[in-house]
């Protein structure tokens, strides 16, 4: 998931921040959900905790939750308190969404392409809300901005590469087909983030 600039400053009430951290945290959760349906996974940190659960049978969000544990020094060194305190919320938040949706929404069937799709859509969505209001679920985004302030590397070199790595590992573990859809999905979050990514065009104001 992609955050290939650091977040905008904090112009926003904390009131604007929590609505928009509790509506974003539960559309990527709901992408989730669209992804399980269709036995998909996508990039990012995201991406490897669903590769991870399908094959173990443990918990997406427990998975998600701990492997994001680590970023969270490099974050505050590299972004600050307040955007790590915003995106430990959005985590746990999301990694706590996706575990009790199942409860209260069961989707029987869904093809691939549909659920690919949604699922990119959604979680696009979802990302630009919380970008937009300095947070993010992706703990290689920050390991990306830490790279690129410090050592040069293009933030979304660095992203691209884990991608590839989650998308190489998928492949031997499930299909290539399942691969294939997969990757569609990844490809529709990322066309939204980077059309619509724009601190250019937006200016959060008080």
């Not at 919320?89 to 691939?112: D, K, R």
């Amino acid at each position: 998931m992609l955050l290939l600039q650091s977040p905008p400053p904090d112009r926003h009430t904390l009131w604007e921040d929590l609505q928009a951290i509790l509506v974003g945290t539960t559309l990527v959760a709901l992408s989730i959900q669209f992804l399980r349906a269709s036995e998909l996974f996508t990039g990012q940190i995201a991406g490897l905790s669903l590769v991870l659960s399908y094959p173990s049978g443990l918990p997406f969000g427990a998975i998600f939750f701990l492997l994001n544990l680590p970023f969270y020094l490099l974050a505050i060194k590299q972004l600050g308190w307040r955007f790590t305190i915003k995106s430990f919320l959005s985590v746990a938040l999301m990694s706590t969404i996706a575990e009790t949706l199942p409860l209260v929404l069961t989707i029987n069937h869904l093809h691939p392409a549909l659920g690919a799709t949604l699922s990119g859509m959604l979680a696009g969505v979802g990302l630009l809300m919380l970008f937009r209001h300095g947070a993010t679920l992706g703990g290689v985004g920050i390991v990306a901005l830490w790279a690129q302030d410090t050592k040069g590397i293009k933030a979304g070199h660095v992203q691209l590469g884990f991608d590839l790595c989650v998308f190489l590992l998928a492949l031997f573990l499930f299909d290539w087909e399942r691969v294939l859809w997969s990757l569609l999905g990844a490809v529709v979050l990322n066309i939204l983030i980077t059309v619509n990514h724009r601190r250019d065009r937006y200016i959060a104001r008080s």
